[in-house]
């Protein structure tokens, strides 16, 4: 998936200065009844969510039957909180994959110069690649790899999830990490910290706030995609897993309205749970992260957070981690001391002096100095020499290094186009190819319509809301919960009616797809109405101007670059939303409109591999280009023109 | 400490002869760092210097902004590789950050989310001090900094005195051989900054906080004459030292003795480069100042112009308009990008400066980063004075520091409104002239001025009355001052001209379509 989510921003508001939330933290003066009273309620939460993990893990990986893996599921509404329980599980072990991946890859590509160049723009077509790509690559391996077991298909369904979160996620940690404030990063240096302190001391505080953000928006993004990772139908074959996402799935087949509604109302009460229970603490506690250089002004609120403040459960945690976390440093040292005395160097004298050290720990971290008798007095002359040489032939071997990496990764890039070319050639054709491109511009007029009218709709209410702070406190929360509920659970009620006033579904996938990305528009434009300074909107009425001017002067150019971040996410979104509103099975029918996503699912849904390749390919070649051709051309115009100071 | 003070600190070429001694903490040798613009040209920000600092001393690094003086200290650290030459901690050769030195920043450079207590004990933790022991070392070096009771404040909760003190704790606690502070008082109010200052020197002088010695990176000349042994003053680009001043003074030093207010006129001297006894402090040596050479020859310029209109023309906007422009800021040998070739070239450099030696202001390498109108203010306050004013007391005065003072200054004795000596500043007739003028004559005389000294202002301006339609677009002249400066420094430059032109009403510029056109005189333009 996608771009569903592009690097998102949180957004910014003003708040009245007040009181940091830091305070509660070293609060001591809270009751002792509350804090007892709290503690009961941590444990009972810890235990009960101990309890439910119990319970899911052994069906997780259940042996198949002797029917093989079914392909519908119960629609019993006794399950369906169960069902509930899965795809949350689901979610969080796709979310934990993304971390990590993020971690891995965003340090990859931000600390390696030549890996940088080629995990980025990777990472650019990875994302652009609707899921389903990835599900009809992948799947037969999964199941491959847990043979007689459910863990197989789960293990599909998981990482479908993970590669509808992993791709923003990463982007927003490799672009915290190329902007680590330098004076940071030379404080980092300058103390020596090893790699592995300055991740957690730096690299991780400091990507904190965005890429909490954007793991919200992930798990909005893999809510949309749930319906089509627990029920994968791949290769003429459907694997269905017990989860709220298969229920409408098989639900909506049925054309069962009112086991649909009980979906809708248990999700919205996962999606608030886990908004208040995970999202509103994580966001309060991450404000600590935030770089600023005087006391914070914004003040973010979480019940959830201030029960486990008053709680001992900080106390326990740090307990517990703080010897493993000992344990690891003292580790890290003796290999690194071990590393620098093999490595055969002299060490400077006197060092940086502290008591404990042996004098090997006062060498920087890793390097040493390879021996060449720079040190028996010959004089600086000498020295200088050596050095110079060795700069030389460090910068020679950079070189011939940069040739090597790139020579390689360009002939492979090349061979993998002229084979992909030729296979196309040799089974499909290329009018296949065509084809695909002239599906793709059918979705594309459907993405491009959908941008201009949500925009129309979007932009003026974003605006009225946005700048009425009374209105925008109660509505701004609300439309960040609905951009996470996954607006596919409604279809069947919008189908409901497209049968009913014979609306086909070729435009009416317009309505599906923007029913999953509005809400980017929406909530961006509100979050840019409500920046615009006091004193500029005082200014368009003491000049008395009239609301066509104060529109075409002060609010259209204020919001211009909210409305931008909104519509790169909601247009990426819009793509990767097709492959599920351009096909949907409703009351036992299957519709389709025509549209490149129509095209990827019918051919993974038939298992024809190649058209699957060229439509991933195809409409990886369209998000790509259209996101270079416009979205990032009006994103510097946003920087250079419209951004108010 | 005054072993150190005897030495013959200033011939560097005695430098390698006393490493071994023992007492020589970190040793340069010939290092240059320079980087490649945007348009492959290299551009030196440090070249060939040679630097020792010893056991006992506090050492002063003065220059004006733009000097490289923070590049210099972070090459010292180890935090950036010089390009070539070496830099040695102990007699051994850095290969990554400096293992004996403790950084203060000016921005402080505190870790946000941790706590005081947690942020002094950050180094000690990556030298593996076990917690209990780290916990001991940073409560003391938190007593000894004055930071008591704020151990488990965050940053942002602190005032920026308090933060430094942050700061200078964590690099305690380090006991580092050499403590290195990169303008660590300038992001303070006056009066903390003082405070902090003295506290540091307390430190210093009481000789228990384990530091060996201090570098110091400043452009403020009375705390490099407060604090430092020793003054090492760079020149800029690129830079290199032009001086080194010994301050002999007994500590404390009163700031208001006459001692103390002669070295800093001296320094005041060295640094605005108006002096004919040249580093008159005594250092003489190879890294003064170049001694005056042939002033470049107008030969030259044309040639530099016209290499500069080849890079336009290859250059992203080959537009036939451009090219013709070009061509004729070069066959008209002017001095567009003559007037800041000394970037790149060193020889050019010299040149240019020993012009400005020499009083003639033609060569001087690049506007200086001044408003008219605030130069317009400085020319105000020294008119005031009856009999001029000496730089120190004009900053003391105005409260400036030499990065403020300093450009103002070399805009003055460009435009040739004012004269300075020996540190003293007095208005020219045409200054005077200016300080009379109202609003719409003051204009008309900066316009004057500017065409007939500042060379860029007037290359613009010739080129466009020469273009056709009166207009040309400004990425022609960024693309010419960019063949010869790094990115950001062309569009300054460009930006700093476009503002003197403006304020001028000699041509304006339009930011959307990157054009800029002649100020016609529709308006009412006053003659």
Request: negative net charge; aromatic residues 8%; glycine residues 10%.
């Amino acid at each position: 998936m996608a771009s569903f989510l592009k690097m998102f921003e949180p957004p910014r508001r003003l708040f009245v200065p007040a009181q940091t939330q830091e305070t509660d933290e070293r609060d001591t003066k809270t009751k002792p009844a509350v804090r007892v009273l709290s503690d009961c309620v941590v444990v009972a939460v810890l235990l009960a969510l101990f309890g439910a993990l119990a319970y899911l893990l052994p069906a997780i990986d259940a042996p198949i039957g002797p029917a093989g893996i079914p392909s519908t599921v119960s629609t019993d509404l006794r399950d369906l909180p169960y069902y509930a329980l899965r795809s949350v599980l689901r979610m969080a072990i796709a979310l934990l994959c993304s971390l990590v991946f993020t971690f891995v890859y965003g340090l990859a590509a931000a600390r390696s110069r030549r890996l940088g160049k080629v995990l980025i723009p990777v990472l650019d077509v990875l994302q652009s690649v609707p899921i389903l790509g990835f599900l009809s690559a992948t799947v037969t391996i999964w199941l491959a790899l847990f043979p007689g077991s459910m863990l197989g298909v789960e293990a599909a369904s998981v990482f479908a999830i993970f590669t509808s979160q992993a791709w923003n996620m990463t982007f927003s940690f490799y672009r915290s990490l190329t902007s680590e404030p330098t004076e940071l990063v030379e404080a980092a240096k300058n103390l020596h910290l090893s790699a592995w302190q300055r991740f957690w001391k730096l690299d991780v505080p400091n990507s904190m706030i965005p890429l909490l953000w954007n793991c919200m928006m992930s798990v909005g993004g893999g809510w949309f995609f749930l319906t089509a990772s627990e029920m994968i139908s791949v290769g003429n074959h459907t694997y269905a897993l017990p989860g709220i996402g298969s229920f409408v799935e098989q639900a909506g087949s049925e054309g069962d309205m009112g086991k649909i509604g009980w979906a809708i109302a248990v999700m919205i009460a996962v999606v608030l749970l886990i908004d208040v229970c995970v999202w509103k603490p994580l966001t309060a506690w991450a404000e600590k992260f935030r770089i600023t250089q005087s006391e914070s002004e914004t003040v973010k609120k979480s019940a959830v957070l201030t029960l486990i403040r008053h709680s001992h459960l900080n106390d326990v945690l740090f307990a517990l981690i703080r010897p493993v976390g000992d344990v690891i440093a003292q580790t890290w040292h003796a290999l690194k001391n071990a590393f620098s005395r093999t490595s055969g160097s002299r060490r400077p004298a006197v060092g940086v002096r502290t008591a404990s050290t042996v004098d090997g720990e006062v060498r920087p971290a890793g390097r040493a100095v390879h021996g060449d008798g720079s040190d028996d007095a010959n004089g600086a002359h000498d020295l200088e020499e050596g050095v110079d040489r060795r700069r030389k032939s460090r910068a020679r071997r950079r070189m011939a290094g940069d040739i090597a990496f790139f020579g390689v990764l360009g002939i492979a890039f090349v061979w993998g186009v002229v084979q992909l070319l030729l296979s196309i050639g040799r089974t499909t054709g290329f009018s296949e190819l065509w084809r695909a491109f002239g599906l793709g511009f059918i979705t594309f007029a459907r993405v491009a319509v959908l941008i201009v009218v949500c925009s129309l709709i979007w932009v003026p209410l974003g605006v009225i809301i946005g700048m009425n702070s009374k209105i925008s406190s109660v509505v701004q929360p609300l439309v960040q919960v609905l951009a996470s509920f996954p607006a596919n659970f409604v279809f069947p009620f919008v189908l409901m009616w497209f049968a009913a006033w014979h609306v086909s579904l070729d435009f009416g996938s317009m309505l599906l797809m923007a029913l999953g990305t509005q809400w980017y528009i929406l909530f961006n434009v509100i979050a840019g109405a409500s920046s615009i300074p006091d004193d500029l909107v005082e200014m368009t009425k003491s000049l008395h101007m009239s609301v066509w001017m104060r529109w075409k002067t002060l609010i259209l150019p204020a919001v211009f670059g909210s409305w931008v971040t909104g519509g790169i996410t909601a247009a990426g979104g819009a793509w990767n939303a097709s492959i599920v509103s351009e096909i949907v099975r409703y009351n036992g029918k299957t519709l389709t409109a025509k549209g490149l996503g129509c095209y990827i699912a019918e051919a993974t849904a038939k298992g024809e591999s190649m058209k699957v390749l060229i439509g991933v390919v195809v409409m990886a070649v369209f998000v790509v280009a259209l996101d270079r051709a416009v979205w990032q051309p009006l994103q510097r115009l946003a920087d250079r023109r419209f951004v108010v100071a | 400490m005054a072993d150190t003070l005897t030495r013959d600190l200033n011939d560097t070429g005695r430098k390698a002869a006393e490493k071994g001694t023992g007492d020589a903490i970190i040793e340069a040798n010939h290092v240059s760092r320079s980087f490649i613009s945007d348009k492959g040209n290299h551009l030196t920000v440090l070249d060939d210097i040679s630097l020792d600092l010893h056991e006992r001393e506090v050492v002063a690094i003065l220059g004006r902004s733009g000097a490289g003086k923070s590049t210099l200290l972070r090459v010292l650290a180890g935090l950036v590789e010089p390009t070539s030459g070496t830099v040695a901690y102990r007699g051994v050769p850095l290969t990554g950050a400096n293992p004996g030195v403790a950084l203060v920043f000016q921005t402080f450079a505190l870790m946000p989310w941790l706590d005081v207590q947690a942020n002094v004990e950050l180094g000690l933790e990556a030298r593996g001090v076990p917690r209990d022991e780290r916990r001991r070392r940073a409560l003391k070096a938190i007593d000894a900094i004055g930071l008591d009771g704020f151990e488990s404040a965050y940053p942002k909760e602190l005032s920026g005195g308090m933060k430094q003190r942050v700061g200078i704790a964590r690099a305690l606690v380090l006991e580092p051989d050499a403590l290195f502070m990169d303008e660590p008082f300038s992001a303070l109010d006056v009066l903390t900054a003082e405070n902090l200052r003295q506290e540091v020197l307390g430190l210093w002088k009481g000789g228990d906080s384990g530091i060996k010695s201090i570098l110091i990176v400043t452009h403020n000349i009375e705390e490099a004459v407060q604090m430092a042994d020793r003054v090492v003053v760079l020149g800029s680009h690129p830079g290199r030292i032009i001086a080194e001043e010994q301050v002999n003074l007994p500590r404390p030093r009163n700031k208001h003795s006459e001692e103390f207010e002669n070295e800093v006129d001296r320094l005041y001297t060295v640094l605005t480069g108006q002096s004919d006894s040249g580093g008159e402090g005594g250092t003489g040596g190879d890294n003064t100042q170049g001694a005056a050479s042939a002033a470049q020859p107008d030969g030259s310029q044309a040639a530099v112009a016209g290499h500069g209109a080849s890079v336009a023309a290859g250059g992203s906007t080959p537009s036939s308009q451009a090219r013709q422009v070009a061509d004729e800021a070069a066959s008209q040998g002017s001095d567009l990008v003559g007037g800041v070739n000394g970037q790149s070239d060193r020889d050019g450099e010299k040149g240019g400066e020993d012009a400005r030696d020499g009083g003639g202001h033609e060569d001087l390498v690049q506007l200086p980063d001044v408003s008219p109108g605030g130069l317009k203010g400085l020319i105000d306050v020294i008119c005031e004075y009856r009999e001029g004013a000496d730089l120190s007391d004009l900053a003391s005065d105005l409260s400036f520091e030499v990065d403020d003072l300093l450009p103002l200054i070399d805009a003055g004795s460009m435009l040739g409104v004012l004269e300075v000596h020996d540190g003293h500043a007095t208005a020219t007739q045409q200054g005077l002239q200016w300080h009379k003028a109202g609003i719409l004559e003051s204009k008309t005389l900066f316009a004057q001025l500017a065409m007939d000294h500042a060379s860029l202002v007037r290359s613009i301006d010739q080129a466009l009355r020469r273009s056709p339609e009166g207009s040309l677009r400004g990425e022609l002249f960024i693309d010419l001052l960019r063949g010869r400066l790094p990115d950001v420094e062309a569009q300054r430059q460009f930006s700093i001209a476009v503002n003197w032109g403006r304020y001028g009403e000699l041509f304006d510029y339009d930011a959307d379509d990157d054009v800029l056109t002649l100020d016609t005189g529709e308006d009412e333009q006053s003659d």
